[in-house]
């Protein structure tokens, strides 16, 4: 889990289908698998193998590997079990923009999440059933922080997802977690961000809970504007 603030500048880069049966007296529909979930596994690239974890929640995605010090934000589209997409990735320790990649792959919904992008990399991806632990929001509300050497940001989330606050850059937050679906891990997320020079304005992402030692002692808040993208690994007090 990445407990740091990542605050992104993308202005260095810039930022169901159904068939007929034959003779007219059937019709067979083609469902779409669903990418929706947690993800976690590895991907590979140069010959190296790094650990992965995405949140992937209609059509968006946001993919972290620690140990490969890589943040990857972008969307998906699919048709039947066939993935596709684009991706943008930075480097997690600098903020630095790496390369824009498309994403080919193949996914079984909630089983399995394969593929390659145009850069050279492949993913192999398991869902995490952790997806499927419904919440809600009183279960996000709380006092919640993240500290990265002498940096801290720390929000108040309230029972109706709204929240506000600061970091020791000066930077103010407010905004508001949405539940789009009770019956899983999965929050959008809408956030401003204020007092804060070139990283104010409007962002929209994902949320989700975590845990490390006891359950949704973790809460993720991701978001992306057309200038910025962010990941919050915050910890509750």
């Known amino acids: 889990m990445i407990l740091k ?39 590979s690239d140069s010959g190296a193998t790094f650990g992965l974890t995405a949140l992937v929640y209609d059509n968006e995605m946001y993919g972290f590997s620690n140990d ?13 079990t066939t993935v596709s997409g684009t991706a943008k990735s930075y480097a997690i320790s600098t903020g630095e923009f790496i390369t824009n990649s498309t994403i080919s792959g193949t ?15 492949t993913f192999n991806l398991t869902y995490d059933d952790f997806y499927d632990r419904a919440k809600s929001l009183p279960d996000t509300s709380g006092i919640w922080s993240v500290t990265n050497g002498f940096y801290t940001a720390t929000i108040t989330v309230q029972n109706d997802g709204s929240f506000t606050g600061s970091d020791t850059e000066g930077c103010v937050f407010s905004g508001n977690l949405i539940d789009p679906d009770s019956t899983k891990n999965i929050f959008n997320s809408l956030i401003n961000v204020s ?3 070139i990283l104010n ?23 992306t504007n057309t200038n910025f993208t962010f990941l919050f690994g915050f910890q509750r007090q």
């Open 5 to 43: 603030l990542l605050a992104i500048n993308l202005l260095f880069i810039f930022l169901a289908a159904c068939g007929g049966g034959g003779g007219g007296t059937s019709t067979t529909t083609i469902t779409d698998d669903s990418p929706d979930g947690i993800w976690t596994g590895t991907i």
């Open 68 to 80: 490969g010090d890589a943040l990857i934000q972008g969307s998906l589209f699919v048709s039947g």
């Open 107 to 121: 996914v079984q919904q909630g089983i399995s999440f394969t593929g390659s992008t145009s850069g050279g990399s």
């Open 195 to 197: 007092s804060c020079g």
């Open 201 to 223: 304005g409007a962002y929209g992402g994902l949320a989700s809970l975590g845990e490390i030692v006891v359950a949704d002692d973790v809460l993720v808040i991701t978001g």
